[in-house]
């Protein structure tokens, strides 16, 4: 195996040309996926570059034999679910496809709020409380895959904040209450757009020492949607007092905010919308616009380039990046994809079958 000591110091130039040649020499069996957030260096490499849904979709579809996925962990294990697919693993021969990571501690805080245990007994601290029949567990795809399996294991659905809206709504249809984790930023954003009353929105708090999360019976057995307090740390840092001093001083600017916001930011904005859909407010502004975006700031940053004819900003005083996604580097790709030519894939990962099963029953919401 080549170590990976032994990539760090080369060039630009010569980490891109063993990529390529390890593409050319691969062909169709590799392809190499990112997501928004990671660097230019691996957008400019990847095959497909897009937001958890079409990352989700286009794994679940691919026919090649290997996959390295820029991003962070909870992605590689979906990208594992959906394309090892008992169907499809059939249909390359009984081949499942290798899932490799560019950078295998690249994980998400937001993912590790909350555990398959922690969901399993806040089920049964709620059970003794209300008739857990009526609620649908709703996990937004920034979850392990075993979350995702207890949301299986108990008929309910994931989502991503590109389809949060039709899947919460699929869950309403399916059952009149929902459980909504670990995002309470989304899951609020979202049953709010749904016309679920404030008061009928309770969010559970996992880190009080308070019993039944902080919240009283009566809370509890009014609420429609009972939310976890998870969040992504990365969006938690756009600033109130930037957006108004920005309509001060330039009435015209338009403010888009990813659904991860705080609600306070979400209701300061003209708009909300998954990454995709910030990417397509920005392109379809007219020249001369001013736009700000409140998402990762690599990508902003991107919009920045690719749109010289606007000024695009950050909608706060200092830009915060993902460092988690930040953790796919040119050097380490070069390294895994080497090393997988080689036939000694690095950094591989695979869902255990039982987890892999119940999580699909959830992530079939994904894929309608």
Same mark, same amino acid.
């Given at each position: 195996?080549?170590?990976?000591?032994?990539?760090?110091?080369?060039?630009?130039?010569?980490?891109?040309?063993?990529?390529?040649?390890?593409?050319?020499?691969a062909?169709?069996r590799?392809?190499?996926?990112?997501?928004?957030y990671?660097?230019?260096?691996?957008?400019?490499?990847?095959d497909?570059?897009?937001?958890s849904?079409?990352?989700?979709? &286009?794994?679940?579809?691919?026919?090649?034999?290997?996959?390295?996925?820029?991003?962070?962990?909870?992605?590689?294990?979906t990208?594992?679910?959906?394309?090892n697919?008992?169907?499809?693993?059939?249909?390359?021969?009984?081949?499942?496809?290798?899932?490799?990571?560019?950078?295998?501690?690249?994980?998400?805080?937001?993912?590790?709020?909350?555990?398959?245990?922690?969901?399993?007994?806040?089920?049964?601290?709620?059970?003794?409380?209300?008739?857990?029949?009526?609620?649908?567990?709703?996990?937004?795809?920034?979850?392990?895959?075993?979350?995702?399996?207890?949301c299986?294991?108990?008929?309910?659905?994931?989502?991503?904040?590109?389809?949060?809206?039709?899947?919460? &709504?699929?869950?309403?249809?399916?059952?009149?209450?929902?459980?909504?984790?670990?995002?309470?930023?989304?899951?609020?954003?979202?049953?709010?757009?749904?016309?679920?009353?404030?008061?009928?929105?309770a969010?559970?708090?996992?880190?009080?020492?308070?019993?039944?999360?902080g919240l009283?019976?009566?809370?509890?057995?009014k609420?429609?949607?009972?939310?976890w307090?998870?969040?992504?740390?990365?969006?938690?840092?756009?600033?109130?007092?930037?957006?108004?001093?920005?309509?001060?001083?330039?009435?015209?600017a338009?403010?888009?905010?990813?659904?991860?916001?705080?609600?306070?930011?979400?209701?300061?904005?003209?708009?909300?919308?998954?990454?995709?859909?910030?990417?397509?407010?920005?392109?379809?502004?007219?020249?001369?616009?001013?736009?700000?975006?409140?998402?990762?700031?690599?990508?902003?940053?991107?919009l920045?380039?690719?749109?010289?004819?606007?000024?695009?900003?950050?909608?706060?005083?200092?830009?915060?990046?993902?460092?988690?996604?930040?953790?796919?580097?040119?050097?380490?790709?070069?390294?895994?994809?080497?090393?997988?030519?080689?036939?000694?894939?690095?950094n591989?990962?695979?869902?255990p079958?039982?987890?892999?099963?119940?999580a699909?029953?959830?992530?079939?919401?994904?894929?309608?």
């Open positions: 195996m080549k170590a990976l000591t032994d990539y760090e110091n080369l060039s630009h130039e010569e980490l891109l040309a063993r990529v390529k040649a390890v593409r050319e020499a062909g169709d590799l392809a190499v996926f990112a997501h928004y990671v660097y230019d260096e691996i957008v400019e490499i990847a497909f570059v897009g937001d849904l079409a990352l989700a979709k &286009r794994a679940a579809t691919s026919n090649a034999e290997a996959l390295l996925f820029c991003g962070v962990h909870f992605m590689l294990e990208a594992d679910i959906l394309a697919r008992p169907e499809n693993v059939a249909a390359r021969g009984g081949k499942r496809m290798i899932v490799m990571a560019a950078n295998e501690t690249a994980g998400c805080p937001m993912a590790d709020m909350i555990t398959a245990e922690q969901a399993q007994a806040w089920k049964e601290s709620l059970s003794e409380l209300v008739d857990f029949s009526e609620f649908t567990p709703v996990s937004y795809v920034n979850s392990s895959a075993a979350t995702k399996a207890f299986g294991e108990n008929g309910g659905m994931i989502c991503t904040s590109a389809n949060a809206e039709s899947v919460l &709504r699929a869950a309403f249809a399916q059952r009149p209450k929902a459980l909504f984790m670990p995002d309470s930023r989304l899951g609020r954003t979202t049953a709010l757009a749904l016309g679920v009353k404030p008061e009928e929105i969010t559970w708090d996992p880190r009080t020492k308070e019993p039944l999360g009283t019976p009566e809370e509890i057995k609420a429609r949607v009972i939310l307090d998870g969040f992504c740390p990365t969006h938690q840092r756009f600033s109130a007092d930037y957006i108004r001093n920005l309509r001060k001083t330039n009435p015209d338009q403010v888009w905010v990813h659904p991860e916001s705080q609600r306070p930011i979400v209701e300061l904005s003209d708009g909300y919308g998954a990454t995709s859909k910030l990417i397509d407010v920005v392109s379809k502004a007219p020249a001369g616009s001013t736009l700000a975006i409140g998402t990762e700031w690599k990508l902003v940053e991107r920045q380039k690719q749109n010289p004819d606007k000024t695009i900003l950050w909608p706060g005083d200092n830009p915060l990046i993902c460092v988690q996604m930040a953790k796919s580097s040119l050097w380490r790709v070069a390294w895994a994809l080497e090393n997988w030519l080689a036939g000694e894939p690095v591989v990962v695979t869902t079958p039982d987890v892999a099963e119940s699909y029953k959830a992530l079939r919401s994904l894929l309608k």
